[in-house]
């Protein structure tokens, strides 16, 4: 669902679509979408505090529930960039709330990803939830894949299953020390590595997962990650070799490729998983992890 936007000097790309906006009305509304357009710009330049400032003070100019709903998303992604996630939750919960769907349903999982952040997964997984409702196709199903991973998270595999259900995801019963729990199990028709498995993205931007000193733990998460990543369209996590801010050798974990942070957020976002971050992997400075 990625309407067009109706006035080039007035639109709002945002994490994987553009909005559709209304024509300016009067002054203070054409206040607000230059100030859209701002924070935008500043938001693809990795400038996040701009980018909150400016949707920030679009949310209070706001003349009409659109320009509001905006500037809510983007003061929520901006917040999310900068790790105030108690901020971004504000923020998000409001744009939740938009009468347009899109908008509702891609906030929606903003919040949710805000608050796995704050070690919240049941709120998350209403959050996710709430969301495909609003959206359809693949990113409603994506959604429901995050509410279910959220729910496990949250001990409830009851609720769990009934996402995965929706997502049409097959579950099958694993008995772990005497209680069965449902867990996702590939589709059949899923491919495997290597035979016909659809390619990862490219670019500088990527998801990491985690970096470890032992390669044994590297490839264990790697294979934690394997079903969520393969099915948000990611490809197969890999494990790759850098050198720690300390000399050392450390072997991260890493997941498709992006040509800007926004669409890596986009695909951060629609994956659903916790202790995943967006970072430059042609210049970041890596540091262990356990």
């Known amino acids: 669902m990625s309407p067009s936007p109706s006035l080039r000097c007035c639109r709002l790309a945002l994490v994987v679509a553009s909005l559709a906006v209304a024509p300016l009305v009067g002054c203070a509304t054409g206040d607000a979408r230059a100030q859209l357009d701002r924070?935008?710009?500043?938001?693809?330049?990795?400038?996040?505090?701009?980018?909150?400032?400016?949707?920030?003070?679009?949310?209070?100019?706001?003349?009409?529930?659109?320009?509001?709903?905006?500037?809510?998303?983007?003061?929520?992604?901006?917040?999310?960039?900068?790790?105030?996630?108690?901020?971004?939750?504000?923020?998000l919960t409001e744009a939740s709330r938009s009468a347009n769907a899109w908008t509702a349903g891609q906030a929606g999982v903003m919040l949710g990803?805000?608050?796995?952040?704050?070690?919240?997964?049941?709120?998350?997984?209403?959050?996710?939830?709430?969301?495909?409702?609003?959206?359809?196709?693949?990113?409603?199903?994506?959604?429901?894949?995050?509410?279910?991973?959220?729910?496990?998270?949250?001990?409830?595999?009851?609720?769990?299953?009934?996402?995965?259900?929706?997502?049409?995801?097959?579950?099958?019963?694993?008995?772990?020390?005497?209680?069965?729990?449902?867990?996702?199990?590939?589709?059949?028709?899923n491919p495997s590595p290597g035979a016909g498995a659809p390619a990862a993205p490219s670019g500088p931007y990527v998801l990491q997962a985690g970096a470890f000193r032992d390669r044994a733990k590297a490839q264990s998460r790697a294979s934690e990650l394997r079903v969520a990543a393969v099915r948000a369209g990611l490809g197969e996590p890999r494990v790759a070799t850098k050198r720690g801010s300390d000399g050392a050798t450390l072997y991260v974990v890493q997941m498709g490729g992006f040509p800007d942070r926004r669409s890596a957020d986009g695909a951060a976002a629609k994956l659903g998983q916790s202790g995943v971050v967006v970072i430059n992997a042609s210049t970041a400075m890596t540091n262990a992890g356990s």
Do not use: C
């Open 113 to 189: 990803n805000a608050q796995l952040k704050q070690s919240k997964p049941r709120d998350a997984a209403k959050s996710f939830a709430a969301a495909a409702q609003k959206l359809s196709g693949d990113d409603a199903r994506k959604a429901r894949i995050a509410a279910a991973n959220a729910y496990k998270e949250a001990g409830d595999s009851r609720a769990a299953d009934e996402q995965f259900r929706l997502a049409n995801v097959p579950t099958t019963v694993v008995v772990d020390g005497g209680a069965g729990t449902s867990r996702p199990t590939p589709p059949a028709s």
């Open 39 to 91: 924070s935008v710009a500043a938001y693809d330049k990795d400038d996040f505090a701009t980018a909150r400032k400016e949707a920030e003070s679009a949310a209070e100019s706001a003349k009409n529930t659109k320009d509001a709903d905006d500037a809510a998303y983007m003061a929520g992604m901006s917040a999310f960039r900068m790790g105030d996630y108690d901020d971004a939750v504000r923020w």
